[in-house]
């Protein structure tokens, strides 16, 4: 069956980029987190792409893109992929949909390409460390590190699953998209160690004027990712909402997510243009 979704390659700092886009209208770019891959936005877009040019990609080093030597993850180098893909397409600006690793990426479009947003939403972007209580956090996220030094990788998914993620085993919750064994070691072996404490300064935001949005996702309760959009709201006095699901609500819970997406967009669009 056709899926009405077109793959494009475009070769960026050495890493040839695979990325998938499909209707038409305004474009909006779906920035993957920790798991890297593109697929678990596949259903969203198809349910967008009769009015919105939807892409995503799966990242550097992930997956379809696959480097010839994998490296430590450098940020601003996974933006300006971004910023590729979205050349790639034609487009001079996009709506930009980023989760969790994927709404740091986007925070960080947001201050040093402001002019390439039309709108941003993050979704649970895992700012921890300006939570009172981060010295927690830590403790448990360097103790799944030492997990994967004396375990292995698979033992320290499963240690951060048990120990920092919420809602993924409620009942009747379908499960998210599984990762990869090699992007599971790219993850643990390149990019958690660097994205799990610094924070993007987010005050520059404000000054550029972007148009922001934040998510939080009701069966993420009060789990540390889901706290932190409640102090990302402070700093950036945007919109926040409570939307379905858990951290992959989007890909799980698609079909009750989307309301609120669109709700989302509509709601910025207003701001933007000055309607209430």
Not at 184 to 212: C, K, M, Q, Y
Not at 238 to 263: A, I, K, N, W, Y
Request: aromatic share 10%.
């Amino acid at each position: 069956m056709a899926t009405g979704r077109t793959l494009g390659v475009v070769t960026n700092e050495d890493c040839d980029l695979h990325y998938w886009y499909q209707g038409s209208g305004p474009l909006i770019t779906f920035i993957p987190g920790g798991n890297g891959c593109g697929r678990q936005f596949f259903s969203l877009m198809g349910a967008l792409s009769d009015r919105y040019t939807c892409v995503t990609f799966d990242r550097r080093q992930m997956s379809a893109s696959k480097a010839k030597v994998n490296k430590r993850i450098n940020p601003m180098q996974q933006v300006r992929d971004v910023l590729a893909i979205v050349k790639a397409l034609g487009f001079e600006k996009s709506i930009f949909f980023g989760s969790s690793l994927g709404g740091l990426l986007a925070f960080m479009l947001a201050i040093y390409y402001p002019q390439k947003v039309e709108h941003l939403i993050a979704h649970e972007a895992p700012t921890y460390t300006l939570l009172r209580d981060a010295d927690i956090i830590v403790d448990k996220v360097l103790s799944c590190l030492d997990v994967r030094d004396e375990q292995g990788v698979p033992a320290a998914a499963q240690a951060f699953h048990d120990n920092l993620l919420v809602g993924y085993d409620d009942d009747g919750v379908p499960p998210a998209s599984p990762m990869p064994p090699d992007d599971a070691v790219n993850h643990w072996t390149n990019e958690i160690g660097i994205f799990s404490f610094p924070v993007p300064d987010l005050r520059r935001i404000v000054e550029n004027g972007t148009s922001v949005g934040l998510m939080t996702g009701l069966r993420s309760r009060d789990v540390w990712y889901a706290r932190a959009t409640y102090e990302q709201e402070k700093i950036l006095g945007c919109l926040r909402m409570d939307v379905p699901g858990h951290h992959q609500g989007f890909e799980c819970e698609m079909q009750t997510f989307l309301p609120s997406f669109l709700q989302m967009l509509e709601l910025l669009e207003q701001r933007k243009h000055g309607r209430s």
